[in-house]
């Protein structure tokens, strides 16, 4: 008797000697795909979790069985992120009703004289990756490309400029200016 078969009828043995088989091919492909260690085991382990409570309406003469639980991993990485996506969704709708009931406030105590003296403060590189980045609209790769630097280097430039922008101003418009824009 195959094990499969065994599985679809409740072997526990059969089931253990199926996981240790085909676990970590199983988890090594969510985590190509998720690159997040802590998200692959569970979504592995909800597959085989699964796997175990429909033990009974499995085909046992499947004959990719393992395929099929490639196909199982695969739809609920998709699932994942379409979640992450409406949370981003609902974060971003959230923060952008939040800033138009505060964008009249936030114009009578941030003047843009202000703004510019607080970008001016910034050491030179920073300022040139806010502006390429925040003003310009360009991704972290295009200004590391015009910059000649890595696009790591970008981005700890902007979190070091964001970084000296906030401990010399605490207008909320800053931080509306910087998250805003691009």
């Not at 409740?10 to 089931?15: C, H, L, R």
């Not at 843009?112 to 502006?131: A, F, M």
């Not at 280097?153 to 998250?179: C, G, M, P, Q, W």
Request: proline share 2%.
């Amino acid at each position: 008797m195959s094990i499969i078969k065994k599985l679809v009828v409740g072997d526990k043995v059969a089931f253990e000697k199926f996981y240790f088989d085909t676990h970590s091919k199983l988890y090594a492909f969510a985590l190509k795909r998720t690159n997040n260690k802590a998200l692959s085991i569970e979504i592995v382990q909800e597959a085989y979790i699964t796997l175990w409570s429909k033990k009974h309406t499995i085909d046992p003469f499947r004959e990719k069985f393992e395929s099929y639980l490639f196909s199982c991993i695969r739809n609920a990485i998709i699932q994942e992120y379409k979640r992450k996506l409406r949370e981003q969704e609902a974060a971003i709708h959230f923060s952008e009703a939040r800033l138009a009931n505060e964008a009249p406030e936030i114009q009578d105590k941030f003047s843009s004289r202000t703004l510019i003296t607080l970008l001016e403060s910034l050491p030179y590189r920073q300022k040139e990756v806010i502006d390429l980045v925040k003003l310009q609209g360009y991704s972290y790769r295009q200004a590391a490309t015009i910059l000649g630097i890595s696009e790591r280097t970008v981005e700890t430039h902007l979190r070091s400029a964001i970084k000296n922008l906030r401990s010399k101003s605490d207008h909320l418009a800053l931080y509306v200016f910087l998250f805003t824009l691009a």
